[in-house]
């Protein structure tokens, strides 16, 4: 059975093509479009479709439009509850004529075979029946919101979901924290990652009332309106963060983790599984996925690399399809290019490289020399996070590389970047998160005797979002030559883009990305292009 998954509604628009119940291809349409999350997620933009992914993932597959049995779309209007959303008389509209905006973008395509999937549906599905261990799970999704909720806890047997609790709106976690984004002067729907950075540099003096206004009962919640201006000014975009800022974050989010810690202990209380599958906007908060690994029930926790909203274009394939379901093969579902396609983008490019005998080898060499590089490998990552195929590499030893690497990315200074480190030398550095952690979605503490080793990687509160490498030989080569040149087995990891704009995809994306910032190597494919 051949399906594409569709997610278009809110965010992150993307396409997903499961084949004969194989993942076969998964793409973020801002990779194709490079407009950063796609869209903004407004009524308006609703009728935009993913046509781009779609039509490359069909490419990569070998099939048309015309050759798929469903196409299942990851929002059900049917479902939709208006009385808590101005304008959504206008996104469900926009929903409802899908199949045939699809059609229009995608020609041969019989807008008849598309099929509404529910939102949280759609994301149970991209975890719950993604997750590499098979077999029975739980499985929690916590997101802004859906169709009518904000929540659902469930549980799949057999490839058969039943919803245990769901959350109706107005009440949602997800919402909370994007008005929180939006209050501390960030973008909502997109910012979220550094309210969960800021939120480290203080101590939660709001947490009893918080307390007071997130609620728990039943495997749901209930959030008071809650005035955020009384606790912290609302800032300017440009305005200067302040330490009542900083405390308003860490507030909310140690709230944010005590919920979820609730909601899982109850889920396990009803299904009485052993592992836990999470997706949603919410499972990408990496600190409160840590809390809920540490001190949770499930003796197994999975997070879908895609947790988002993207991720329910695979999710919503997944539902529909009939076939016996295979697990995620790994988060580099996206595009990918021969060496002679490199090499022939270099050549138009009229950019000096040359072909070193070992990229691995000369990358080592270069973060030994305290350089930073760019990394582009392989398939494009499914999801938000750099995973080693589109990065930023850097020395972790040197403190001063955190701030090198925010200036080249434009960011923030108070955000931290990541370690990646070979899976078999992870727990001599790090403790408390899981280890194998691939996904880069939980944190980790690290082990005293490495913090002043590796001081880039280790935030404000001694924890780093580590990704541990194995069964990649190229990305393992080279963290073995870095160790044996500096005796760490880490090396900083972010993703190759500047803030803004979406990670690189194509080696043209790369080339540019790599003139317009200090970066002092790319290594593309086999090739070595230098500043």
Request: net charge negative; glycine share 6%.
């Amino acid at each position: 059975m051949r399906v594409l998954g569709i997610n278009a509604v809110f965010h992150d628009p993307a396409a997903a093509l499961v084949v004969d119940g194989e993942i076969v291809a998964a793409a973020e349409e801002e990779r194709f479009s490079r407009r950063k999350h796609g869209k903004r997620p407004v009524p308006f933009s609703a009728w935009e479709q993913p046509e781009l992914s779609a039509r490359w993932c069909l490419e990569q597959a070998g099939l048309t439009a015309a050759d798929l049995d469903a196409v299942a779309y990851s929002y059900d209007p049917s479902l939709v509850d208006a009385e808590y959303a101005p304008w959504e008389e206008l996104r469900t509209t926009y929903a409802r004529q899908a199949p045939r905006f699809l059609a229009t973008s995608l020609p041969g395509l019989d807008p008849e075979i598309v099929r509404f999937v529910p939102h949280h549906v759609a994301h149970a599905a991209s975890t719950g029946l993604a997750a590499p261990f098979g077999g029975n799970c739980a499985v929690l999704v916590a997101d802004g919101r859906g169709e009518c909720g904000s929540h659902l806890a469930g549980r799949y047997v057999d490839q058969t979901l039943t919803t245990l609790a769901s959350q109706r709106l107005p009440h949602s976690l997800g919402l909370m924290y994007e008005e929180l984004t939006e209050h501390l002067g960030f973008l909502r729907s997109s910012d979220e990652y550094k309210v969960m950075a800021l939120a480290s540099h203080a101590k939660p003096v709001h947490l009893d009332l918080m307390r007071e206004h997130v609620l728990v009962h039943d495997g749901g919640f209930e959030i008071r309106p809650m005035d955020w201006s009384t606790l912290a000014k609302q800032r300017g975009k440009d305005e200067e963060l302040t330490q009542e800022h900083a405390e308003l974050a860490a507030s909310v989010q140690v709230r944010l983790e005590e919920v979820l810690l609730e909601l899982v202990r109850w889920l396990h209380d009803r299904t009485g599984e052993t592992r836990l599958t999470m997706a949603g906007g919410v499972a990408l908060n990496c600190v409160a996925n840590t809390r809920i690994f540490a001190e949770g029930p499930f003796d197994e926790v999975w997070v879908q690399p895609a947790a988002g909203d993207a991720g329910t274009a695979l999710g919503a394939a997944l539902h529909v399809s009939t076939s016996r379901l295979a697990a995620m093969p790994g988060a580099d579902l996206g595009r990918g290019f021969s060496d002679e396609e490199i090499e022939s983008v270099l050549r138009t490019a009229a950019v000096p490289f040359d072909r070193p005998a070992d990229i691995a080898v000369e990358v080592a060499e270069a973060l030994a020399a305290n350089k930073i590089v760019a990394w582009f490998q392989g398939r494009s990552e499914y999801g938000p996070r750099a995973l080693g195929r589109r990065s930023l590499f850097a020395n972790p030893c040197f403190a001063e590389n955190l701030t090198r690497l925010n200036d080249v990315k434009g960011r923030e200074q108070f955000r931290p970047v990541a370690p990646m480190v070979l899976a078999d030398r992870a727990a001599d550095v790090f403790t408390r998160g899981p280890i194998p952690s691939p996904y880069m979605l939980f944190v980790h503490d690290v082990r005293p005797e490495w913090t002043d080793r590796i001081p880039a990687v280790v935030h404000v509160d001694g924890t780093a979002r580590a990704q541990t490498v194995a069964d990649d030989p190229l990305l393992e080569r080279m963290l073995h030559e870095f160790e044996a040149r500096t005796g760490v087995p880490v090396v900083v990891n972010t993703s190759l883009n500047t803030a803004g704009r979406p990670m690189v995809d194509t080696p043209r994306d790369a080339l540019e990305c790599f003139g317009s910032s200090p970066v002092d190597l790319l290594a593309i494919g086999p090739y070595a292009v230098r500043r």
